[in-house]
């Protein structure tokens, strides 16, 4: 399973690709908001950070002004992937897109029966989301499973990106259920390296090397 940074700041974005684990970018409205930057800027800056696949989410709420919106962001980068939400004018809009040759990720995705759809569209990815099923007591790492095993059974090639991923945790869960990727916050990032007893090991080595050899 790969690793995708979700995030729109790019010092962070940059941060991770320094450490060689990330394969790819995914943002939403809120992210970028929440960054207070140009969508279309951002874009171009986190494609010279990762070399792969960055996902910019179009904003229109018709298939046309989508599919415009799509088009449009789809010039910015060879890398960037075009983001629409489930529904009848995200499909419509994925299913013109796709046929033209521009990648898409279908978002919001609560269902099986609409990664179905989203991959029947022409979907290059579908994007559940596991940590708001959690919040709501719903669980959504059967989801990405159920979704993984739809899939493998009927031979759809659409690449399944566990997203609202809360924790490290998640990310060990969306591998085992069959995810091809997860789209990780910076602070999941973080926490995935870390460990209490790699922390107590290494002070340990130290200390005994210190004792054995005063340096
Ligand atoms: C990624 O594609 C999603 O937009 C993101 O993972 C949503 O995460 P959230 O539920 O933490 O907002």
């Known amino acids: 399973m790969k690793l995708f940074l979700d995030s729109a700041d790019c010092e962070e974005v940059r941060l991770a690709a320094e450490l060689g684990v990330i394969s790819g970018v995914t943002t939403n409205p809120t992210l970028i908001a929440r960054e207070g930057k140009d969508l279309r800027e951002t874009v171009r800056t986190l494609a010279t950070l990762v070399d792969g696949p960055i996902s910019a989410e179009v904003v229109a709420e ?60 022409g979907a290059t990815y579908v994007s559940p989301f596991v940590g708001r099923l959690d919040d709501l007591s719903a669980n ?47 602070r999941v990032l973080l926490q995935m390296a870390a460990h209490p007893l790699t922390d107590l090991g290494l002070a340990r080595f130290r200390r005994d090397w210190k004792d054995a050899f005063g340096k």
């Open 140 to 186: 959504g790492i059967s989801l990405v499973r159920g979704i993984a095993e739809v899939f493998t059974l009927h031979g759809i090639s659409s690449e399944i990106i566990a997203a609202s991923i809360r924790s490290p945790q998640d990310v060990a869960d969306a591998a085992c259920a069959g995810a091809h990727v997860a789209t990780v916050p910076y």
């Open 62 to 121: 018709d298939a046309e002004g989508m599919i415009e919106e799509g088009r449009e962001l789809a010039a910015i980068h060879p890398s960037v992937v075009i983001k629409l939400p489930i529904g009848l004018d995200g499909l419509r809009a994925t299913q013109v897109l796709s046929r033209q040759g521009i990648k898409t990720n279908v978002t919001l995705v609560f269902s099986i029966a609409q990664a179905l759809l989203a991959a029947r569209a």
